[in-house]
């Protein structure tokens, strides 16, 4: 985006292209998740470290809530 401003794009190109690197950053962000989500938390709750999960995921509700 930065070439791009530098090289005289307009503004339209330049938004557009920030709005589409958001929602491929949304994207990976919630398949980062699912595979925690289907990896590390089952793991950890059939390990026993319920509260400690319970815990991780309530931090990442808060992040994904700012």
């Not at 503004?11 to 919630?30: F, H, M, P």
């Not at 089952?42 to 509260?51: N, S």
């Amino acid at each position: 985006m930065r070439r791009m401003i530098e090289a005289g794009q307009p503004c339209v190109d330049v938004v557009k292209q920030t709005y589409a690197v958001r929602r491929a950053v949304v994207r990976l962000q919630a398949l980062i998740l699912e595979n925690h989500l289907r990896g590390r938390v089952f793991t950890g709750i059939r390990e026993g470290r319920e509260d400690a999960v319970i815990d991780e995921l309530i931090d990442l509700c808060g992040l994904a809530g700012r």
